[in-house]
């Protein structure tokens, strides 16, 4: 009964520094660790400390009921071992996580953000917009010495607004997606 008190106060000290690591690091792409082993795929540390606690008060509850078996003794201290164990690999290596490819979804913009980008986006849009409108009435005025210049600062010009017209729309379907997907 003493190692199974020994055993909590090893959680509460893994509960702690989970919680730490989650706030620092956030949630992981996917889950952490094996669905076997925990049960939650979770992919923060404190879920899968919470289930390991879970594991323990199952041990402690069955022992107190006197409905322990030897085989069930045997599964629920193999499993809270390998719990334990597996919790403590991943906090000590948050170094290497920190250093691989992160998942696609971690760069992801907040939709805020986005919203912003297509903000600035429609104002350079409008901008670029007048810029044409400049271009092609100097065109027009110009001289056939000043043509060929007039007629390639136009041509630079409209391939700004049209580049710029491609990535609002871009923004405007991210936008679109992750609104039907929230």
């Known amino acids: 009964m003493k190692d199974l008190s020994q055993l909590s106060q090893v959680i509460d000290t893994l509960a702690n520094q989970a919680a730490a690591l989650d706030r620092q690091r956030g949630e992981h792409h996917q889950p952490l660790f094996d669905g076997l082993l925990f049960h939650c795929h979770a992919k923060l540390i404190a879920p899968c400390v919470e289930e390991t606690r879970s594991t323990l008060d199952a041990l402690n509850r069955e022992q107190n009921a ?65 810029m044409v409108r400049d271009k092609q009435y100097l065109l ?16 630079a010009v409209e391939q700004r607004l049209k580049r710029c017209q491609t990535a609002k729309a871009n923004l405007e379907k991210q936008i679109t997606y992750r609104e039907r997907n929230q």
């Open 66 to 130: 006197h409905r322990l078996t030897a085989n069930r003794a045997e599964y629920l201290t193999e499993r809270l071992v390998a719990q334990i164990s597996a919790i403590q690999r991943e906090l000590s290596t948050t170094k290497i996580r920190h250093s691989e490819p992160k998942h696609s979804s971690y760069f992801r913009k907040p939709i805020n953000l986005l919203y912003q980008d297509l903000s600035r986006h429609q104002e350079w849009e409008r901008r670029l917009a007048e």
């Open 140 to 155: 027009d005025n110009s001289g056939l010495t000043d043509k060929t210049a007039a007629q390639q600062a136009l041509l």
